[in-house]
Structures are given as C-alpha cells and as structure tokens.
C-alpha cells in the first residue's frame, strides 16, 4: 500500500468533519434555539469524523495532513468559544426574563367605602 492509499482516509476525515464544523460555526453565529439544536447534530457528526480519524492516525502523520489537523483543531476551538458564548447568552436571557416576570400579588378586597358587613348569629 502506498503512501497515498493510507493517507485518502484520513484527508477525508478531516475534510468531512470540517465542513460540518464550518456547518456549525455558521450556525452559531446566529444563536436562536433552532440553530442550536442543529449545531448539536453537526457537532455529533463532527465527533463521529474525528473518531474515525483517530483510529485512522495510528502512525504519525504526513507533515501535509498533521497541517490538515492543526487547521481542524482551530476550527473546533472557534466553535466551542461560539457554542459556550450562546449557552452564556441563553441562560442570561433565562434570567432576565426570569426577573422581568413581575406577579402582582392579588389583594383582597376590603370592601368599598361606606358599606358595611353585617354577621348574624
């Protein structure tokens, strides 16, 4: 097996789970609820490309292909600061609606002025 043969695998990896991070990194730069959960599936996906290539890498990497996984890396960082900022941005929103809610606490009516309340017993 040559060189080449070995490495298609792997560059496939790499190539499969950056466009899914590219995916999710769109995604998050808008972060309404839907495009969460969407982002959630394309990082499973992500996850699942990247565990393939692990079990690809089991000898060092071409210098090509270890560029390759630096450039992957850097992207996965980028979409974990995005996808921690939205959870910060969510759970705040949470809270400041949270203490918006203002409950007015019903009173009970004393009776209008000037009338009375009679009790037989």
């Given at each position: 097996?040559?060189?080449?043969?070995?490495?298609?695998?792997?560059?496939?990896?790499?190539?499969?789970?950056?466009?899914?991070?590219?995916?999710?990194?769109?995604?998050?730069l808008n972060?309404?609820?839907?495009?969460?959960?969407?982002?959630?599936?394309?990082?499973?996906?992500?996850?699942?490309?990247?565990?393939?290539?692990?079990?690809?890498?089991?000898?060092?990497?071409?210098?090509?292909?270890?560029?390759?996984?630096?450039?992957?890396?850097?992207?996965?960082?980028?979409?974990?600061?995005?996808?921690?900022?939205?959870?910060?941005?969510?759970?705040?929103?949470?809270h400041c609606?949270?203490d918006a809610?203002?409950?007015?606490?019903?009173?009970?009516?004393?009776?209008?002025?000037?009338?009375?309340?009679?009790?037989?017993?």
């Amino acid at each position: 097996m040559n060189p080449t043969q070995s490495a298609e695998p792997s560059f496939r990896y790499i190539e499969d789970a950056g466009e899914v991070l590219d995916r999710a990194h769109t995604l998050l730069l808008n972060p309404t609820p839907q495009n969460l959960d969407i982002a959630c599936s394309a990082l499973a996906m992500a996850v699942n490309q990247i565990t393939g290539l692990q079990a690809v890498l089991a000898a060092r990497p071409s210098p090509d292909l270890a560029a390759r996984v630096i450039d992957l890396r850097k992207t996965i960082g980028l979409v974990s600061s995005l996808l921690e900022h939205a959870a910060a941005y969510h759970v705040n929103l949470i809270h400041c609606m949270m203490d918006a809610v203002v409950v007015p606490v019903p009173q009970a009516p004393c009776g209008a002025p000037g009338q009375r309340l009679f009790l037989e017993a």
